[in-house]
Structure formats: structure tokens, C-alpha cells
């Protein structure tokens, strides 16, 4: 670990956040991040508490010469919120959420939470679409997209993003919209955290309150027939209609019954965003398709669907997954799901498929970053589990799940599921809009400043040298 002398008295004069560095009591707890397979030791974390403290921390960095990391929520499973020796913006303590329920919008703080903003949006009966689990940060997940219960209904996380407010590398201050740095609101939404930091986002909200939702389970032995019959289902549903296909382990505790505890299942976690009225209408064939072994689906608000798998995915656990966009489910995948089903490692590990096909795929690929809108699913394969003895067996059982299952995919995998991977796999996700991205990358961040991300490289530097 090289360290750097550099005195961060300048630093420490404008900001007002707290600067935790290597010799600080509180620098162990400081540098965790949500997955404990990460272990990195950056040089300090500033708790930057507003935007000054931001363009003070950007500004020192540059002038330094110090590799600056970015961390939101905390909750990328590739650890992109931290990095060894750097200088970590931490944001979480900019955190707010302002409802206009006239308007519909709302205005998020860089380093809120999804679980804040639903508690700020729901007491007027408003929400925006954003993921599955409360817990994770607003910043990376909607940079990188945005996919979760309200995708089909609602569109991406940036599809409802209206503008952002954001630190360049060069420590200017800048709005992007559709109006105003057309080019920069362009690559923000899909391109990650390459462009700059967000201080706020601005969103629409949508009249979502209760919902029809919660999880389905069946035997592990029917998941070919579940399987096939969700992929039709889901290909012609409503946009009202969503429920991403799980294989799971059943949790040993309420409110599962104690004959499910510790059995692998297949299943369906629902969201049905239409009239509640009509909610039995709509689910009386599901329920008679076949009958499910569990059916935990009725009305529920929005934050506590949101909300439901929080206990169960505390901080601290090891995490490893490997993911893929998905248009078809062809006999031979479905064979090798059923596989590697029967093998789920732990207890946590898990396989989803979250449908894209809805409201999302109506936004062609050229409109924004985001490349896959025809994808029928984003899927990830994740290891989890609290033993770190047990990384290997998370680890190389996701690997070989993913490798069996690769072929049938698309090509490449959202960014917000991806390890290090390395740079192939990023352009691949990015496809035909990798040329825009670098071209934007040259124009607002020429030397790579913001490079702890799924990186896009700008290529000003090579070509100056060529
Ligand atoms: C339990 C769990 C559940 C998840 N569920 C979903 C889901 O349902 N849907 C989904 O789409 N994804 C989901 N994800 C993936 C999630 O979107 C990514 O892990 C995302 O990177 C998390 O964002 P964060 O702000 O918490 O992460 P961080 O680790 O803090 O940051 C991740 C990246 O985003 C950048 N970043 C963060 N905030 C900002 C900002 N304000 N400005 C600029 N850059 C920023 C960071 O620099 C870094 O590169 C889940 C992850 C976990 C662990």
C-alpha cells in the first residue's frame, strides 16, 4: 500500500463534511462497503454534506493527482463505490428527497437511499420506478439504468429522470436535461458514474401506492412447465402486469410455513400496478395455471414490496454475481437452469430474471446510453452468503452457471450486475452507443478523472499521441 504524503489541511479548511483517513478510529468501519467480499483501503473518505464540499474534494483530488472513487449507496457488488489509495467522495450524507405532489416530481439527494425517497414520495401516493431491495443507493442505481418492480409499468430509473445537478472533473457545476447539456443527460442515463457526480436527481412520479404483489413459489420439480408458461405470460402481458422469475431457497422462518424452510422453489416475485379492482381478475388464471406451493400475492404498498427482501440481504455479506440480457428461453436453457437450480450453494443465492419488456422497450436504444431495450430480461446468477470461508463456493458456482448460460444470451449484461469484467464486456453492453459515450467521455472528463466505474475510456490522450 503506497503512502502518499499529502497535507489535506487545505482540504480540511473548505470542507465540512468529515475527512476519516488511514490513522482515524472510525477508518475501518468508513471504508465498508455493502458486499464484505470487497476489501479496499483508501487513502481518506470525505463525507462531503453538499455540493461545496463536493467541488472542494473534486478540486483537491485533481490537484493532487489523487484516483477518486464515488460512492453513493455503497451497494455495487464490484466495491466501484471505494478503491486502494484513493479518495473516496462519500455522498451518503447528502441525503434528501423534496416532493412537488402537484408537479409529480421529486427532487434526490446524491447519496440517497431508494428506501428514503419511497417513504418521502408514498405519504402523498407517488413513486418513481427504481429496483427490488430499499437499501441500495439512488446514484449508481439509476446511472447505470435502473431496473425493478415498476420497470414494465414505468419505464428504467432514467426514463423518469427529468435532470441531474453534477460536479465535472474540472470542479465546475452543471445541470444536464433535455434541455441543457443535451449530450451530457444523454450519456448519464446507462453510462454510469463516467461523466461526473451527481449532487441531485430530479424525477417523475407516478400515482402508485398499493399495489398487487409479493411472491409466488412452486416446486423445484415444475420449473420447465412454470418456466415456459412465465415466458409467454410475460411476453404479451400488460404493462401493468410485472413479476420477475426466481429460483430461490425458502427462508427458515415467518411468514413461511415451516413444511417450505430451506427448500429450493421456483417462483414469481409479482408487482401488478393496474386498477386493485381488477387484481383478482388478473391473477385468478395465474393461480390456476397451476396451483403454487406458496402464494404470498395480495395488495401491498409500494415501499413494503420495496422493502420485503431488506431483512433478509443485510450488509456484510459476501456477494459475487455474473449477469447477461436475455431475449429467448430455448429448451436448452431452461435444461441447464433446472441444473444448476437444483445446486443453488447457499441458503441466499439466488437467479432472477427481471422483465424489460414493457414500458422500457417503447424508448428506442438510441435515446439514451442504455442499449439493451430490446432485451426480453436482464438476468443475474448471484452467490451470496455470511461465511467468508464460503466465497470460493459462491463465487465459482456462479461463474459455471453463467458460463452454461451465456451462449443463450444476448450479448452483453447490465452494467449495475457486473463484476470487473474488463473492458470487451463493457463495450458489448454498450454496443452501437460505445462510440457516442467516448466521444462525450473526451468532451467532460478528457483524462479519465472518474475512471472507478465500468469504465469508458476516452481515447483524446491516444490521439494526441497517434
Ligand atoms: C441488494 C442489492 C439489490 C439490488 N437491486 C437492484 C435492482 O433491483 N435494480 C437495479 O437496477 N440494480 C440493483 N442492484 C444493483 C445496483 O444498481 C448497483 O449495485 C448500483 O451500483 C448501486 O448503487 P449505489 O449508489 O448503492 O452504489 P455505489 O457502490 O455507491 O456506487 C456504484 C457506482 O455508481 C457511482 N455512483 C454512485 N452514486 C453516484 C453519484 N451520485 N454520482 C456519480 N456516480 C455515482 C459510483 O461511482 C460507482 O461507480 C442491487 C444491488 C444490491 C447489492
Known sequence: MPNKIISTESL????????????????????????????????????????ADVIHSVNFARE??????????????????????????????????????????????????WGDVDHATHVFGLATPSGIVSTTGVGGLTLGGGIGHLTRKCG??????????MVLADGSFVTASEHENEDLFWAVRGGGGNFGIVTAFTFKLYPIDILYGGPMLWELSETEEVMKWYHNLIKTAPDDLS??????????GPPFPEHLHLKKMCGVVWAYTGPLEKAEDVFNPIRAFKTPALDLVGPIPQPALQSMFDPLLPPGLQWYWRADFINELPEEAIAEHIQFSKT????????????????????????????????????????????????????????????????????????????DEGEERVKATYGDNYERLVKIKNKYDPDNFFHINQNIKPTVEEEALA
Open 64 to 113: 493532487n493527482n489523487i484516483t477518486v472513487s464515488v460512492k453513493g449507496g455503497g451497494h455495487n457488488a464490484g466495491g466501484l463505490g471505494i478503491s486502494d489509495d484513493a479518495l473516496v467522495i462519500d455522498l451518503s450524507p447528502i441525503k434528501y428527497t423534496l416532493v412537488d405532489p402537484e408537479a409529480k416530481t421529486a427532487v434526490v439527494g446524491g447519496g440517497t437511499t
Open 344 to 419: 443453488l450453494p447457499t441458503m441466499l443465492s439466488q437467479m432472477h430474471l427481471y422483465p424489460i419488456n414493457g414500458a422500457a422497450s417503447r424508448i428506442s436504444n438510441k435515446d439514451t446510453a442504455w442499449n439493451y431495450r430490446d432485451a426480453t430480461y436482464a438476468m443475474v446468477i448471484v452467490g451470496i452468503d455470511s461465511d467468508p470461508a464460503n466465497k470460493e463456493k459462491i463465487t465459482t458456482w456462479t461463474k459455471q452457471y453463467w458460463e452454461a448460460l451465456h451462449p443463450y444470451s444476448a450479448g452483453g449484461a447490465y452494467i449495475n450486475f457486473m463484476m
Open 243 to 252: 413479476g420477475f422469475f426466481a429460483f430461490l431457497t425458502v427462508p427458515p
Open 12 to 51: 480540511k479548511a473548505n470542507v465540512r463534511g468529515r475527512i476519516i483517513e488511514r490513522q482515524d478510529k472510525d477508518y475501518e468501519d468508513a471504508r465498508k462497503v455493502y458486499n464484505a467480499m470487497i476489501d479496499k483501503h483508501p487513502l481518506m473518505i470525505v463525507q462531503c454534506v453538499d455540493t
Open 156 to 165: 428504467l430509473s432514467i426514463d423518469n429522470l427529468l435532470s441531474v445537478n
